[in-house]
């Protein structure tokens, strides 16, 4: 069965350390792969769009990597701040802008 | 330039009632979907349409839920009766089209709450 994995329910950091999420997809052949960040009450917010013929993808603190070998994508955040607290969702397409979103990280920056 | 908007933002209703829900997308913006999210859970699409057609509801529970876009702008979703199962939060989204890499612009979500 197709599966989208993102590594933990919550992850906890403290504030200027790097956050590093991950997201595990099976069963999946993704064009692309999108990270959105969604706070609550709140509809989720576009952050970065990764190619399958892209390795990396950068906007400002943030970085986005894309091995579809693995079948993996991270997603780091640098010098995390407290206002970087939100749940963040990974969400792959497979074609014709269906997304299929994973169940999201709820990340907690500690000042 | 306003979000994509939808409303009611809440809705609390006994099961069996009838509930719908409005969407106004950005303006120009081609392709509306809507989707469901229930707690910890990320969206699921409900329903995609291009313009005023309906290209993708293979994942709407056609006996209960119905959707229109008429005029290809506004959009309603509808359940008929609802069930204690269809609380969740229903995202409407829309984007300028649906070729492979449009990002998608999301409203706030009406939660639904079915007692």
């Known amino acids: 069965s197709q599966k989208i994995e993102q590594n933990s329910e919550a992850l906890n950091i403290q504030e200027g350390k790097t956050a590093t999420l991950t997201c595990n997809y099976t069963n999946y052949s993704p064009a692309y792969l999108q990270w959105y960040r969604q706070d609550p009450g709140r509809g989720p917010v576009f952050l970065l769009l990764?190619?399958?013929?892209?390795k990396e993808k950068r906007k400002e603190r943030l970085k986005v990597t894309f091995d579809t070998t693995l079948k993996q994508s991270l997603f780091h955040i640098t010098a995390s701040q407290p206002a970087d607290s939100a749940t963040y969702l990974c969400a792959l397409s497979t074609g014709a802008n269906n997304l299929f979103f994973g169940t999201g990280t709820r990340l907690t920056v500690i000042p | 330039e306003a979000g994509v908007v939808q409303s009611p933002r809440y809705k609390i209703i006994e099961k069996k009632q009838p509930v719908a829900f409005w969407c106004n997308p950005i303006s120009g913006h081609n392709t509306l979907y809507w989707y469901r999210q229930n707690l910890g859970q990320g969206p699921e699409l409900l329903i995609r349409y291009e313009n005023e057609e309906a290209v993708d509801d293979s994942q709407l529970p056609k006996d209960r839920f119905s959707a229109e876009r008429l005029k290809g702008v506004d959009s309603t979703l509808k359940i008929q009766p609802a069930e204690l199962g269809d609380s969740a939060v229903y995202l409407c989204a829309s984007s300028l089209d649906s070729s492979q890499a449009d990002i998608q612009y999301f409203g706030a979500g009406t939660r639904l709450s079915v007692l």
């Open positions: 990764i190619r399958e013929n892209e």
